[in-house]
C-alpha cells in the first residue's frame, strides 16, 4: 500500500495526482456531497410513512452514526491521506482482499449512479424543453462533467464549490421562509405545531416504520464519504479534512433536522403530495410546496433548477469519486498499471475515460432495455453501507493496532470521537438497516427478488473470497499492521 501524497502542487511528477483542492473546496464537497435529492425530493415520505417524529428521529438517528462515521474516515485520512481511501484503508489494517472488493464494488456503483443521474438530469431538462429528446442532454452533462475532471482537479474542487453553494442557499432561504410562516410572521394565522398532534402523530407506525424510513435517511447521507478521497488532493488534508467534518457535518445535521421539523410543521403526514415527489415529480417536491404557499409563484421551475444542479454535482462527484478510486486500485496493484497514470496536471485520464465509458455504457442500456438497467440500479444499492463498514471496521483495527505497536494518540493529526463506540454503533446501524432492505421478500423468500436487493452484498463477498482464494490473503494481524502515514513511499 501506498500514500500518493508526495510533492505538493505543480512540483510533482508524473504518475502522482497533483495537491490543488483548496479547504473551501474541500469544505464545501463534504457539505454538498449529501445535499441533494434525498433532501429536496424524497425527505417528505419519510413524514408520510413514520409521522413527523418518527422522520425526525430517523434523520437524527442516521446522522449521528454518519458524523461518528466521518470522524473515524478523518482519523484515517489525515493519518494517510490517499485517493483510494477506504479502500487503501480496508486493504492495510483488515485484509487486502477486502481492500480489493470495496474498490471494485465502490467504482461499479458510482459508475452506475453516474448513468442515472444523467437521465434524471435530461428529465429535469425536458420540464422547460418537453419536446427535445432526453439523450441528447444527458450525452452533453456527461460530456460537460468529463470536460471538468479532465481539465485539472482545482476545476472540480470549483465546480462543487459553486454547485454546492446553490444547495446550502436555497436549504436557508426554504428555512427562513418555513420559520417564518409557522411563526405568523408571514402567513397568518401562525401555522404553529398543529400538524404534529393532527391524527396518529408525531410518531406514525410505531418502531417498525421508524426502522423502515431508516432506509431512505441513510440513502440521503449518503456521499459523505467522498471527503476522504478528496484527502488524496488536498493542499493540506491535516487542517482541510478535520475542518470538514468537525464544523461542515454538524451544519449538514442541523440543515437536515431543521428541513425536516420544517417540513412536517407545514404539511401534514396525511397529504398525498408528500409521496408524490418521491417519484419524481418536481411539483411535488416538499420545498417546492412550501414555497408556493408562501406566494411564491415560479416554485416549481426554481426548485427544478436547484435539483439540476444537484443532479450535476451528484454526476461531477461522482466521476471524480470512481475514478480516483480506479487510480487508487491501480496504485495498489488492484487494476492495471494504465490507470495509475495521470496527466501533466496530475489527472488519472485513463481511469477518467473508463469511469465514464462504463457510465455511458450502463445508460445506453437504459435506451435499448429498461429490464437490465432497472436491475442495474437496484443491485448496487447498498454498496453505500457496505463501503461505511468499510470504512468503521478499518478504523477499529487501526486504533487497536496503533495502541498495541505502542503509539500515542498524540501523534494523530485528529482524533476521532467517542471510540470504540463510534465505529461499532456505525457497523451495527449499517448491519440493520441491510438486513432491514427487504424485509417482504424475506418473509416470503422470493429469492430472486433478494438476490437483486442484496447484489451488493453477494459481490463484494465473491470477490473478497475470489481474491482471498486466488492470492492466499490472509487478515492481518494487529502486531504486524503496517501504520505508517503519509510519508510512506508509493
Request: net charge positive; proline share 4%; charged share 10%.
Amino acid at each position: 500500500m501506498s500514500s500518493d501524497d508526495k510533492g505538493k502542487g505543480t512540483g510533482q511528477s508524473q504518475g502522482m495526482v497533483k495537491r490543488n483542492l483548496k479547504t473551501r473546496h474541500i469544505s464545501m464537497i463534504a457539505l454538498g456531497g449529501c445535499i441533494g435529492t434525498g433532501l429536496f425530493m424524497t425527505s417528505g415520505s419519510t413524514i408520510s410513512k413514520a409521522g413527523p417524529g418518527g422522520g425526525l428521529v430517523a434523520y437524527a438517528a442516521m446522522g449521528l452514526m454518519v458524523y461518528f462515521l466521518m470522524t473515524s474516515l478523518g482519523e484515517l485520512a489525515t493519518h494517510m491521506p490517499v485517493s483510494g481511501s477506504f479502500a487503501t484503508y480496508s486493504a492495510r489494517y483488515v485484509d487486502p482482499a477486502l481492500g480489493f472488493a470495496m474498490g471494485w464494488d465502490y467504482w461499479l456503483n458510482w459508475t452506475i449512479s453516474g448513468a442515472v443521474d444523467i437521465s434524471t438530469a435530461a428529465l429535469l431538462i425536458q420540464y422547460w424543453l418537453p419536446d427535445t429528446p432526453g439523450w441528447i442532454w444527458s450525452l452533453l452533462v456527461l460530456v460537460v462533467v468529463f470536460l471538468i475532471n479532465a481539465l485539472a482537479v482545482s476545476a472540480f474542487g470549483e465546480t462543487e464549490f459553486w454547485l454546492s453553494l446553490i444547495k446550502v442557499a436555497t436549504i436557508i432561504v426554504f428555512l427562513v421562509i418555513g420559520f417564518a410562516m409557522i411563526l405568523g410572521i408571514m402567513f397568518q394565522p401562525a401555522v404553529g405545531l398543529h400538524n404534529f398532534t393532527y391524527k396518529d402523530a408525531p410518531f406514525v407506525g410505531g418502531f417498525p416504520a421508524i426502522m423502515g424510513v431508516f432506509l431512505i435517511a441513510g440513502y440521503s447521507f449518503q456521499g459523505t464519504e467522498v471527503v476522504g478521497v478528496t484527502a488524496g488532493e488536498s493542499e493540506d488534508p491535516g487542517k482541510a479534512v478535520p475542518k470538514a467534518i468537525n464544523e461542515v457535518f454538524w451544519r449538514i445535521l442541523l440543515f437536515y433536522i431543521l428541513s425536516i421539523f420544517v417540513i412536517a410543521a407545514l404539511i401534514p403526514y396525511t397529504s398525498p403530495h408528500l409521496l408524490g415527489a418521491s417519484e419524481g415529480n418536481i411539483a411535488m417536491s416538499p420545498f417546492t410546496l412550501v414555497f408556493q404557499r408562501a406566494g411564491l409563484a415560479s416554485a416549481a421551475s426554481i426548485m427544478n433548477a436547484v435539483v439540476l444542479t444537484s443532479i450535476l454535482s451528484a454526476v461531477n462527484t461522482g466521476a471524480y469519486a470512481s475514478s480516483r478510486m480506479l487510480y487508487g486500485l491501480a496504485k495498489d496493484h488492484y487494476a492495471p498499471k494504465i490507470f495509475a497514470r495521470t496527466t501533466r496536471r496530475g489527472i488519472p485520464m485513463a481511469a477518467l475515460v473508463a469511469t465514464v465509458c462504463m457510465s455511458l455504457a450502463t445508460f445506453a442500456s437504459s435506451i435499448f432495455g429498461q429490464t437490465f438497467y432497472m436491475w442495474l440500479v437496484t443491485a448496487t444499492g447498498l454498496t453505500g453501507f457496505i463501503a461505511w463498514i468499510g470504512i468503521a471496521l478499518s478504523h477499529y483495527r487501526f486504533r487497536r493496532a496503533f495502541k498495541l505497536q505502542g503509539h500515542d494518540l498524540s501523534e494523530l493529526k485528529y482524533h476521532s470521537k467517542l471510540y470504540p463506540l463510534g465505529p461499532i454503533l456505525a457497523m451495527v446501524l449499517c448491519l440493520v438497516v441491510i438486513a432491514g432492505q427487504d424485509i417482504p421478500s424475506m418473509a416470503s423468500l422470493d429469492w430472486s427478488h433478494l438476490g437483486m436487493t442484496y447484489f451488493s452484498v453477494v459481490l463484494v463477498l465473491a470477490l473478497y473470497l475470489g481474491y482471498k482464494f486466488i492470492n492466499h490473503t490472509k487478515i492481518v494481524k494487529l502486531a504486524d499492521m503496517d501504520l505508517s502515514g503519509a510519508g510512506s513511499a508509493d
